[in-house]
Structure formats: structure tokens, C-alpha cells
């Protein structure tokens, strides 16, 4: 911990605030629960729909399962930032550089604040009672204060559950979230999933088991991922060496000679400006991290706007966040009178790019786009039922690990390959044909009697043939039983079974297993 | 999250576009199919390893960015396309029902490797498979792991035929061990190729995740004692509750 103190007093304060459910906020008032989706899955609901057991990342029939009276909407990030919008101009009127994380979430450095409001906890008071003002008295907001953006994220989570401001003392970062989920950095977007459920089958869950490794122990065993965990949890985030002068930094501006009266033709030309920068950045192989949108119109009407993603920024989401600003700038009442002449971006952070990034072979490819219309298109052909994907389940039993699912309820743009180990499964090769429904067969000893496997789990005799689909084949190796009981707490789905490897006199190998004194084959290694 | 810059995977998936003429290959294949896999081409496996033969014959080109679809083969386990190092996201499978002829042609517009089993690929149907995989640079598939002669259909199956032979199982012996690994034979005959090529080969083939040393026969001998000692403490057990 002697580390993470010296590096912390270079790590600025920071406050965050985070409005829980927000993109349900955002939603004009409808009649009964609420379930906002974004990408088929559950992003917020509201507190009716909470109570009813929707949970965040739900698909849209569990989440109806759960509330089936519920109004079901598609996430608007456009009318989220404008939704937002009051919420940031009025927190910047008491503290001018507001820079936003995410529709519904912001954060402030503390340095100036502090020194002009006279303590933390007066602008934590502050912030939130001018919140409140906008919001209503008593509704829900997290605040946190911590050391650096990503101890102070999860500090305003932590307090949007409890609804009381956290702050936490400079250094301390490890100790207050000792015992945290892991998974909460997976939540504010510092770890990939991977790395989580890797830690958590290593038995390191908590942010203090993590805090308890070395710096370069991490490093070793998990790379940069694991470091920039590492010190998120250990309040230490901000990279200390990465950092570029703020001067050598790209900045673009547009003028229009005609003024301009609609969004569209603005973002038009910001997709411009964003590859233009995001390209001059990448061939010096730094990324953006936060930037500054600012727009003009004729009669000198501004917006300006800090925008802070810890992931850094693409092309898309700088034009993204352009999008939503404008559209939160020009619908709010009496803010805008004239044509847009100027639009400004310019990068106020950047950072070393350590492949975080996705789309880096450049997206989705020709054959994906072609792929992808053909399964359109032979979904109109076969029925949804008739194109699958496969998908890992998890299981002991070839059956069970991977299923083929209808294309119609998969999210095709969540790969997930690996299955996490299963003890008791039967390990490498698997088989490559297992039968679709059971397949019994007949495993006979050298008398031509049936063999068995005891309740001990011990054979009765030696196979020395086995009959598949009326074949008689003689066995040249095997191996085996092995036993297993699966899922012995529920009465309507247990299994008890031994399972027996066998090479037959072809060359083909199989997977056997014995139930209820029948053989069938589990599968084969075609 | 390092990023493995191996020199397949720097041929991004953008570049992988119809006008290849053949697709990559794993290096195992490389002496059976000296011309490579060829788009518009018919490969048929045969045997008892056919699965395995076509799953190691189209596995780098799956890899690298290229679709797959697997028709009316649902039997065919995941978990295999994955030892296989086969991309699941990049596998559909589909079922043709009713109408083979109709929903085939939306596949080979669709998907670069294309694999069926033996039955879709008969007579008539055959035919015009063979001239639309053609015309679309389709590499087709074909399974055949019926072992029984074709009647009447002396005509081989495909431009080439994989045929697996003296399989050998690696780590398992009688009532001991596990199945391991599989070698075998793949032997390539085709109308161009008068002799037969021949290739030793593993399927699936062997990578990092091998726990080949989980069980040798040291670590055997000791799960036998372990075995002995808890059935003679049972035994003791059952004795005593006698006396």
C-alpha cells in the first residue's frame, strides 16, 4: 500500500456524479413499469420493473417474463443528453469544467472547487443540491470523490445504491472498495469481462485481493489490461507517464460560409473532422481520451462541451457525442436563433494506445456483410428454426457444453468461444458427432453378455464388442468408466452414469455411456 | 491482451474477397492438396475420420475471416469446431427442410465453405450443386461416413476425395489411459492426380490447451493405489460393522 500512497498525491481528485436509470429518465412519462433496451439487452428500468426482477443485461423475454406488464422502449441516447442537458448547465454555472463520461454521469477535477467552495464536502453539497434543484428533492444521484475518474466512478455507483455522497479519503482507494466484486470495474467500463471472469476463477474477486498483488506480478501474468485494473483499484489511474503536452495536440474547426439550420449536415461534416483526428493521432500511436466540441452559430449562441471516455474515442463516438450535442443544444428552448457557422473539435487528452480499442483490422469485413444478408435472407427461407448458430452452454456431458440456437435470439456481435472449465467433463478431443436423440447400442463381454458398470463405479467385465445401429464391431481399446452424477439436487433432472471410451476395430473411437443398466452412444469421434 | 501478429491473421478478413482463387490451408494439407483449397471446387472425406478430415481442411480459412455453413449437419458438435480452432461466430448452421434446391443456392451466394453431408449431394441435385458453387467460387464440402458401397454410383463424389486411413489412437490401451490424440493417414485422389498423395497427420490438432500431462502413466499408478486404499478401507469398515 506504501506505493499506491506516493503515487496517489500526483493523482487529482475527483468528483463524480451518476444518475442511476437514466436512460429510463429520459423516456417522456408512460403508464405502468418501464424497460429500456438497448442491442436486445436491458440498459435501465425503472423501479416498479427493479422490484419485479429485471436486471441489467437482460434479454427482452426474460426481463417480460419477469414484468409482462411492462412498456418496452429502444434507448435514445439524443433525448438522454438532452434529458441531461439542464442537469450539466446547471452544475456548470457553480463549477465551470464539467466534462461529460456518458449520458447521465459527469465528473469535475476538485482542485479548483475545493479552494473556492472551502472543503470537499461543501461541493459535494453543492453539486448536489443544484442536481436536486433540476431533478426534484429526493430523487435518486450517486456522488462519489475519490482519487482519479475511475476510483471516483465507482465511488457515485456506490452512492447511487445507497443514495448518501462516498468520499473517499486520498489513498484509500484500495481500502474502501477492499470488498468489492471485481465486476464492478467491468460495470464503469475499466476491464473487459474476460479479465474478470479470469481473476475470479483464479479466486482474486474482490478489489482487495487485487490490491494485495504486486504491480509487476500483475503485469507479468496479465499485460497492460491487468495493469490498468491494477491501478484503478489501487487509485492510481491516470498513467503518469503517458500524458501529452497539451499543446502538441490536433484540434480541427470547420467555418461554413452559409450558416447552417439542421443537425444532420453539422455531423455530417464532424464524421469529417473525427477521422481526420483520430487518424493524426494513430500514426503517432496515441489515442483520444477527452476532447472539447464546441459550436457557434451566427449571433454568436455557444456550446461547448468536455467529453471524457476512458476506452479513448473512435471516429464514431467523437461523431456520436457531436450528434448528441447538438441535438441537446438546438431543442432546448430559446438557445438557439440563428444557422451554425463554426464547429470546433479539439483533443485536450490523449494516450498511448494499447490495443484497447475494437474494430482494429478495420471492423467487419466484405464476407461478414455477405454472410450476414444471407442469413437474412435464409431466414425468410427455413424459418427461424431452421439457420442456428452454435453457442457454449456449459456442462459434463458433450450434449450439454454447446447447443445450436435459432439466429433470431442471439446477439451476434457477443463472441464467446471458450467455455470456463467444467471438473468432471471428459476432456480433450471431444466428439465431433453427437447424436441428436439417444442412440442405443449394446456393449457385449466375450460370452456375448451385456456389460455393466456397478453402483461403485467398477466394469463387470471386459467389453469385447459393441453394436451400433444393428453393427457388431469388435473392440480393440478402452478406457474407463467414469461416473458421474450430475445436477443430484433436482429431482426432475438429475442423471446418474458412468461413461466408457472405446476404439473399434475400423479405426473409429466412441464415447459410451451406461443409465439405468442401458447403453447409448454419447458420441463419436467421426 | 497482446495482439499475436501472426502473419495469417495480417491477411485482415477485408482482403479475403471473391477474387482469391483459393483459400488459406492449414500446413498439415499442404502436401495431400498441393494446389490448395480451390473456390468452386468439390472435396469429398471419406471414412471414419471424414468429419475431422473436412473440419482440419477448412479450419485456417474460417480462421482468417471466410463463412462457414454447415447444412443438415446439427450432429456436428461445437466443442469440436473449437478444437478445431474454427471461429464459432463465423459458423451458421442450417436445416434445408423441404426445399434443398431453393435454400442451397441462398447459402452459396452467401458463405465461402459450405459443408453437407453425402445425402444432400445426389443425382440431379448434385449436378446443379456443382454448377453453382462454380459460378459462385463456393468451396463445397461433402461427408460421407457411410461406410457401405455406393450402389450403382461408380462416378467419384467430388473433384478430390480425403481418405482417412490407419487411424492410430494415442493414450489409450486396455481399460487404461484416455483417448489423446489421433493420427492418421489422409490420402488424396482425384481425376487430376493419377497416384494418390499421402499425409500423416494429427486431428484435432495439438495446441496449447493440451493436458497430455495430466495423465501419464505415473500419475495412472497412483489413482489405482488411491482406488485400492479407499475400496480396502471399505472393506475394513464393512468387517468391522460384522464384528
Given amino acids: ?526 | 491482451m497482446s495482439i499475436a501478429l501472426e502473419s495469417s491473421h495480417l491477411r485482415s478478413a477485408a482482403s479475403l474477397t471473391k477474387t482469391d482463387s483459393s483459400l488459406p490451408l492449414s500446413e498439415a494439407y499442404a502436401e495431400v492438396l498441393p494446389t490448395g483449397l480451390l473456390r468452386g471446387q468439390v472435396v469429398a472425406c471419406q471414412g471414419p475420420a471424414a468429419y475431422s478430415i473436412a473440419l482440419g481442411l477448412i479450419s485456417r480459412a474460417i480462421a482468417v475471416g471466410s463463412w462457414l455453413a454447415m447444412v443438415d449437419l446439427e450432429q456436428i458438435s461445437p466443442e469440436a469446431l473449437v478444437e478445431f480452432d474454427i471461429p464459432l461466430h463465423r459458423v451458421v448452421g442450417i436445416s434445408t427442410g423441404d426445399d434443398p434446391a431453393n435454400v442451397l443456392s441462398a447459402v452459396f451466394d452467401g458463405f465461402d465453405v459450405v459443408i453437407i453431408p453425402a445425402c444432400r449431394y445426389r443425382g440431379a441435385l448434385a449436378r446443379r450443386i456443382a454448377q453453382r458453387i462454380r459460378a459462385k467460387g463456393v468451396t463445397l464440402v461433402v461427408i460421407d461416413d457411410s461406410n457401405e458401397i455406393r450402389a450403382n454410383d461408380t462416378a467419384s463424389l467430388g473433384d478430390i476425395e480425403l481418405v482417412g486411413s490407419d487411424i492410430r489412437w494415442e493414450g489409450i490401451g486396455w481399460g487404461t489411459g484416455r483417448l489423446l490424440a489421433r493420427h492418421l493417414t489422409v490420402s488424396a485422389t482425384g481425376r487430376r492426380s493419377p497416384r494418390p498423395l499421402r499425409s500423416q497427420m494429427q486431428l484435432p490438432p495439438e495446441n496449447g490447451t493440451d493436458m497430455r500431462w495430466f495423465q501419464d502413466d505415473e500419475t495412472d499408478h497412483i489413482n489405482d493405489e488411491l482406488t485400492d486404499v479407499v475400496a480396502e478401507s471399505e472393506e475394513l469398515r464393512w468387517r468391522l460393522r460384522a464384528v
Fill in chain 1, 1 to 526: 500500500m506504501a506505493a499506491s500512497s506516493s503515487v496517489s498525491s500526483s493523482v487529482p481528485r475527483v468528483l463524480t456524479l451518476w444518475c442511476p436509470e437514466w436512460p429510463a429518465h429520459a423516456v417522456p412519462s408512460v403508464e405502468g413499469p418501464l424497460i429500456v433496451l438497448d442491442q436486445h439487452r436491458v440498459v435501465a428500468a425503472c423501479a416498479t420493473a427493479r422490484e419485479a426482477g429485471v436486471r441489467t443485461g437482460d434479454r427482452r423475454r426474460v426481463a417480460l417474463r419477469a414484468c409482462p406488464n411492462a412498456t418496452v422502449v429502444p434507448r435514445d441516447y439524443s433525448a438522454e443528453v438532452q434529458a441531461f442537458e439542464r442537469v450539466v448547465s446547471s452544475v456548470a454555472e457553480i463549477i465551470p469544467l464539467v466534462e461529460l463520461l456518458e449520458p447521465g454521469s459527469l465528473c469535475l477535477d476538485m482542485r479548483g472547487p475545493v479552494r473556492y467552495f472551502g472543503g470537499e464536502d461543501s461541493v459535494v453539497d453543492h453539486v448536489r443540491s443544484v442536481v436536486e434543484g433540476q431533478l426534484g428533492e429526493g430523487s435518486s444521484i450517486g456522488i462519489g470523490v475519490a482519487d482519479g475518474r475511475a476510483a471516483s466512478a465507482i465511488a457515485a455507483r456506490r452512492s447511487g445504491i445507497s443514495l448518501r455522497p462516498v468520499i473517499v479519503e486520498p489513498g484509500r482507494t484500495a481500502a474502501a472498495f477492499t470488498t468489492m466484486n471485481l465486476r464492478w470495474l467491468h460495470a464503469i467500463g475499466e476491464m473487459s469481462i474476460e479479465l474478470v471472469e479470469l481473476l475470479d476463477r483464479l479466486g482474486i474477486r474482490t478489489v482487495g485481493d487485487l490490491a494485495a498483488l504486486s504491480e509487476r506480478d500483475v503485469l507479468a501474468r496479465f499485460g497492460l489490461p491487468g495493469v490498468r485494473a491494477y491501478r484503478v483499484v489501487t487509485g492510481a489511474d491516470e498513467r503518469p507517464l503517458s500524458s501529452v503536452a497539451p499543446s502538441q495536440l490536433p484540434e480541427r474547426e470547420r467555418r461554413f460560409d452559409e450558416p447552417i439550420l439542421s443537425v444532420t449536415p453539422v455531423v455530417f461534416s464532424a464524421r469529417e473532422l473525427a477521422s481526420e483526428l483520430v487518424q493524426e493521432l494513430a500514426t503517432e500511436g496515441l489515442v483520444c481520451t477527452r476532447m472539447t466540441v464546441a459550436a457557434e452559430t451566427e449571433h454568436s449562441e455557444r456550446t461547448e462541451r468536455h467529453w471524457y471516455r476512458s476506452e479513448g474515442f473512435t471516429a464514431a463516438a467523437i461523431v456520436d457525442r457531436v450528434r448528441w450535442q447538438l441535438d441537446a443544444w438546438i431543442n432546448e428552448p430559446s438557445a438557439v436563433s440563428a444557422g451554425v457557422i463554426v464547429l470546433r473539435v479539439s483533443i485536450t487528452a490523449a494516450r498511448p494506445d494499447d490495443g484497447v480499442q475494437e474494430g482494429f483490422w478495420g471492423g467487419a469485413s466484405e464476407a461478414d456483410g455477405r454472410a450476414n444478408r444471407a442469413v437474412a435472407r435464409l431466414v425468410t427461407l427455413c424459418g427461424p428454426e431452421g439457420v442456428r448458430v452454435p453457442l457454449p452452454i456449459g456442462g459434463r456431458l458433450p450434449e450439454d457444453r454447446y447447443g445450436w440456437v435459432s439466429t433470431a435470439v442471439v446477439d451476434r456481435d457477443h463472441h464467446v468461444d471458450a467455455l470456463a472449465p467444467w471438473p468432471g467433463s471428459v476432456v480433450r478431443p471431444a466428439p465431433v458427432i453427437v447424436p441428436m436423440r439417444e442412440v442405443p447400442i449394446e456393449v457385449l463381454n466375450d460370452r456375448g453378455e451385456s456389460v455393466g458398470v456397478s453402483g461403485r463405479g467398477e466394469i463387470t467385465s471386459e467389453p469385447v464388442s459393441v453394436v451400433i445401429s444393428g453393427r457388431s464391431r469388435r473392440v480393440v481399446a478402452w478406457a474407463g468408466p467414469w461416473p458421474l452424477i450430475d445436477r443430484w439436487w433436482d429431482e426432475r433432472r438429475r442423471r446418474r452414469l458412468a461413461r466408457l471410451q472405446v476404439v473399434l476395430e475400423d479405426g473409429s473411437a466412441h464415447l459410451l455411456a451406461v443409465e439405468h443398466q442401458r447403453w447409448h452412444l454419447m458420441g463419436t469421434h467421426g
